[in-house]
């Protein structure tokens, strides 16, 4: 079982839609991190988070770290968010700097 | 918000040269900077962590002699692949620890085809 676990691994969308995406992950953590990569490979960092919520425009991020779970939400997608989001957990008593990634959830965004 | 680029974006290279990836912090020192890979259709993997002013770390299965690690600066970490060949396409992407802090910050990538 994979130490970080991401769901859906694929998810189609309609322009306007609502999105969740989700990440679960086994060991402790002292941050978390959600990132998008574009079709062209380009990395950006959205978010970290040690605890509670952080918003960046349509951009909500959350983390539960009593479950050990995260979720990343897009409100009001659009084609534009069309890019795989990848969660990464930094690991606490790992190797420095050693995240754990995600497979990465790709999103598809219609208009 | 902290800057990281990296250079070239991407390069196109003959098997068995040599190719310098350079990864800089814009506006922030780093004392660790971190090299990833990402093959195709897959997480991206550590191959090695960077201090500046010392030898470079590498995560199991990474030849350090074909992957040259040099962070001479606060601001500057270089990887060179020796000698690549085809299997060495891949994506390669740093990232920078500020100093005094636990946040990383990616660049955006730099792919590299070898013919």
């Known amino acids: 079982k994979n130490e970080v676990e991401q769901s859906p691994q694929n998810l189609t969308a309609q322009e306007g839609e609502f999105i969740t995406i989700n990440c679960s992950y086994s060991v402790g953590i002292s941050a978390l991190h959600w990132l998008q990569q574009h079709p062209g490979g380009g990395i950006v960092s959205l978010f970290m988070l040690s605890s509670g919520k952080k918003k960046h425009g349509r951009l909500i991020a959350t983390i539960n770290i009593q479950e050990k779970h995260s979720s990343l939400h897009i409100t009001a997608s659009h084609p534009r968010d069309s890019a795989v989001y990848i969660c990464a957990v930094l690991h606490y008593g790992g190797s420095q700097g050693n995240l754990i990634f995600g497979k990465g959830t790709k999103l598809s965004v219609k208009p | 918000g902290a800057v990281v680029s990296q250079h070239p974006s991407w390069v196109i290279c003959k098997s068995g040269t040599s190719v310098k990836i350079e990864c800089r912090s814009l506006?922030?020192?780093?004392?660790?900077m971190f090299w990833y890979r990402q093959f195709p259709k897959q997480s991206l993997m550590l191959m090695a962590t960077s201090n500046e002013g010392s030898k470079a770390t590498y995560e199991q299965g990474v030849e350090k002699d074909k992957f040259l690690i040099n962070h001479a600066s606060l601001t500057l970490s270089t990887l060179t692949v020796t000698s690549a060949h085809p299997e060495d396409s891949s994506f390669y992407i740093c990232s920078a620890e500020g100093t005094g802090t636990d946040t990383q910050y990616f660049g955006p990538g730099t792919r590299l085809t070898v013919l």
């Open positions: 506006d922030f020192q780093a004392t660790t």
